[in-house]
């Protein structure tokens, strides 16, 4: 269905570092009509963007890979299934490998979890980008249940106390007492408010609701979506695309220069072909 979209709507495609599917190139109109097929089809809102959970990596663990301990990939849909839609003062990003091979790459992620023959160690405060770190070695050895538990109580701890815009690493650094103090407060109840963090964490995955069905089903919010509010029919003629490997990307402003000299074509603007 995601290829069959991408086709239809003339969309360039690529598979991500994550584990996630990108499509590019959508107009703002053309989103409701998408997100409707995706529906349809069983498809629910991710979020590319949003300071909120993005992905789960994971590897193969136990169930394809002679090296695996623990199933690391039914923990990981359970881990994002429990987390979607989750807001927080930045992204998160949780990687589950099945063994300390650590294919999933779990150690550059803000939860990090690793197989052992006795559970999962969980380490947190990873992350990728302009400032690498990896993740920390918060407890070990843990059941799937006190496993989720403790992610559940770091996470709300930080969306509660963090900064905006700061990732678990640079507030696991900031917080005074660091890594110990946040350990005696979500495993050693150090500050009483555990049971809070627990209720706060059930009562986000008790709201779950999927974000595109929630456009879908609304016309107020289905209305925000053209490209022009003066001229909601008219699509945005000013895109221009060249083709690339086979799938089209935005024009540089050179080639748009070139093309208005007559050396090269542009295909684009609302004048795109696409299949309905
Ligand atoms: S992390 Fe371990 S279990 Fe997972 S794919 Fe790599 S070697 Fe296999």
Known sequence: MIGEVAKDFGLYTKITGGQRIDLFGARMEQLPAIWKRLVDAGFESGHAYGKSLRTVKSCVGS???RYGVQDSTSMAIGLELRYRGLRS??????????????????????????????????????????????????????????????????????????DRLQRTAAWL?????????????IMDDSLGIVADLDEAMAVHVAAYRDEWGDVLDDPEKLARFTSFVNAPEAGDD??????????RRPATAQERAAAARGEAVLIGGTTLEVRS
């Open 173 to 185: 650094q900031e917080i005074e007492g660091g890594l110990d103090h946040v350990r005696a407060v």
């Open 63 to 65: 169930t394809w890979c």
């Open 238 to 247: 000013s895109l221009a695309y060249v083709m690339e490997r086979g799938q």
């Open 89 to 162: 003062p930045h992204k998160l990003k949780l990687g589950v490998s099945g063994c300390a091979r650590e294919c999933a790459e779990a150690r550059g992620k803000d939860a990090g979890i690793i197989a052992t023959e006795n559970g999962w160690n969980l380490y947190v405060g990873g992350n990728g980008g302009f400032t690498p770190r990896h993740a920390v070695l918060l407890a070990e050895d843990l059941d799937d249940e006190t496993l989720v538990r403790t992610i559940d109580r770091f996470f709300m701890y930080y969306i509660r106390t963090a």
